[in-house]
């Protein structure tokens, strides 16, 4: 069984999660502004594609209150967050 210092730790550029947050908005958007002027799949389908802009919204407004808070040195901040 190895031991965790035998574990090397993953770089920053694949721990960060704003570029998967980003991409995953662009996405949602690209489909939102594509399904709202193409009228394709009625209002559910747009329906769908707002939620998915409001999960993108949600999950960078938590990874922001989540640095906030360690930047603040709160001890019920996540912890591993730069």
Same mark, same amino acid.
């Given at each position: 069984? @190895?031991?965790?210092?035998?574990?090397?730790?993953?770089?920053? @550029?694949?721990?960060?999660?704003?570029?998967?947050?980003?991409? #995953?908005?662009? *996405?949602?958007?690209?489909?939102?502004?594509?399904?709202?002027?193409? =009228?394709? =799949?009625?209002?559910?389908?747009?329906? +769908?594609?707002?939620?998915?802009?409001?999960? #993108? +919204?949600?999950?960078?407004?938590? +990874?922001?209150?989540?640095?906030? *808070?360690?930047?603040? =040195?709160?001890?019920?901040?996540?912890? #591993?967050?730069?």
């Amino acid at each position: 069984m @190895a031991d965790a210092r035998d574990i090397p730790e993953l770089p920053r @550029a694949l721990r960060a999660p704003e570029p998967v947050i980003i991409v #995953g908005m662009v *996405a949602w958007l690209v489909a939102t502004v594509v399904v709202w002027i193409g =009228g394709w =799949g009625g209002d559910r389908t747009l329906a +769908v594609c707002l939620v998915g802009l409001a999960v #993108g +919204v949600l999950g960078t407004t938590i +990874v922001a209150i989540q640095r906030a *808070a360690v930047r603040r =040195g709160d001890r019920t901040a996540q912890q #591993g967050l730069d």
